[in-house]
């Protein structure tokens, strides 16, 4: 097993030299610095073996360096896990809210040739909602904890493999919730909710950890001229290679929630253990592959995590200046050293960090200022709770799994990628139209608003369309119990949200990125992960009323809300367009020069978020880009 040298522990301020790639980075702490040894960050100004001249990064060509077999092999461990996860995900809705079809195969599956949604436990709508949210919300907030974990005690790699056999767990008790008996006599329900639960858990554990320790496989980590084959000389682009492999991994992502249709049209036809068997099959490979990699993956050994002290600084902020103060200037000086020192407060508040620590914090939360709009786009690019699925039980299928249409919300991201990069963005630069990080995200927050519309409208029909009325989605047995709508319009709505993400996460990250320091990359995602689970946080906390008669308000809510706070950010963020723009056209002769569009300096170091601390080996390659989907 390849393990890089870490260093680790507080306060010591000299380690061994680590050699990264070709060249020797010498860790180091800052000047009274109570923090763990950073690695230098004049390391790009010396000089290696291929090292770029200022001429030759300006006109030569930058590809991508070579991607060992075993970034691949990692990325098939997120396919596994995602295919099984995604697999199980839709299928708890109808499991909990619809009760065993009469007539049907005792399984869950329906009568064959009915309009009628497969079942189990008959709980109705609000407690399915709120299986559904808590199940997401927790494989969301907990990945906080574990990224902790990993990078203060355990290792990633560790991590992955103790929530592989978690999960692991959750398949075979979900297999067993299928069971024909079990489902006959009612007592599949502790079972089940067993089973979910862990399978959260175990989802968490995994989450935070395994596109980091992808990246760690990357030891391309300077430029570097080199000359291919054909004779034609160019630059090895470090962040090149990390945004290839990552694109190998979201795809791998995608494709494995893909997976869901299967377990769909099983949970349809032939029965729920089927439907949880298909998970249980597609995460066998994942041990085997998991002890393949164990001697042959690069590793960093666990060397401390800066979350701790983030929390640290934000305690004593709110006890020195309370809830009174946030936002105002000042704040956060109130944390720094030399502040509480000129307060004699030294000896009541032990501080692990230095001022500039403090200043890097301050950044962070307002880089990612722009992550507190996110919540409103999740809940219309899926719908408030579980609404989307209850309104899908009202429609007519026509043979069609109910779970199988929230698919094209993936479906439109891989298929609208493309357009925008091949076709949109590069269109746009030609005729020389500035379309900045900002408007890209209100364009994807009107999108999503304009998909919570689509939602609101369709349910609103299907009310004044169905049997029930306004209980549609009770488990209306009048006649054929659904409205006479096809299921397909319900693909509208969701391909719109799913096209909304690519126009909101990835300038948002590049924001994030480009402006909070590099010491700070973990807490940039465990906000953004926080704020997610807050989208699910507000499904849950619905639940009561994310139910009939009240489905028609459950989408139009969300949608108005949307539709207020896009204007909202466009005003409030627009500056940073300009501000953007001028540092991407900067005369390429001053220090501050940056190159917004792609990835180069914006996963770097740039003039916007330098700083004099360093983050800790393990923390080199924190999650980067993460989308809701992983």
Known sequence: MAEKPSSSGHGSVASPTEAVGDVEKQPHAPAGNGHAPYLNPSVMEEDYEGKPTEEELAVLRRVPGTIPIIAYLICVIEFCERASYYGVQPLISNYVNRPLPPGGNGYGAPPVGTQETGGALGMGTVVANAVTQSFSMLAYALPLVFGWLADAKTGRFKLICWGVAVFGTAHVLLVGAGAKDLLASGHAKGLFFLAVYILSVGAAMFKPNV????????????????????????????????????????????IGGFMGVATAYSEKYVGWWLAFLIPLLLYLPLPFLLWFLSKRVILHPPGGSD???????????????????????????????????????????KTRWNDQFVEDVRRTFQATGIFCFFPIQYLNDNGIGAAASFLSTMLETNGVPNDVISNFNSLSIIAFAPVLNYGLYPLLRKLNIHYGPVARITTGLALSTIGGVGYTVLNYYAYQQSPCGEYGSSNCQIGTGVAPITIWWMAIPFAIGGISELFVNVPAYGIAYSRAPVNMRGLVSALNLFNTAVAYAIGLACSSVITDPYLTWDFGGPAITGGVLTIVFYFTFRHIDKEEYVLGHANPDEDYHLEMEGTRNVVGENALNKSSNRPAPIADNEEMMISQKQ
């Open 211 to 254: 596109s980091p320790l992808l990246l760690d496989q990357v030891t391309t980590t300077v430029p570097k001229v080199i000359t291919l084959p054909s004779g034609e000389r160019v630059i090895e682009d470090p962040e090149a290679t990390a945004e290839r492999v990552m694109l190998w991994f979201y795809l791998m992502i995608n």
């Open 307 to 349: 979350l701790p002290n983030v929390f640290r600084v934000l305690g004593i902020c709110f006890r020195r200046g309370g809830i009174k103060r946030i936002g105002r200037h000042g704040f956060w000086d109130l944390a720094k050293p030399s502040d509480i020192a000129a307060a004699g407060l030294s000896d009541k508040y």
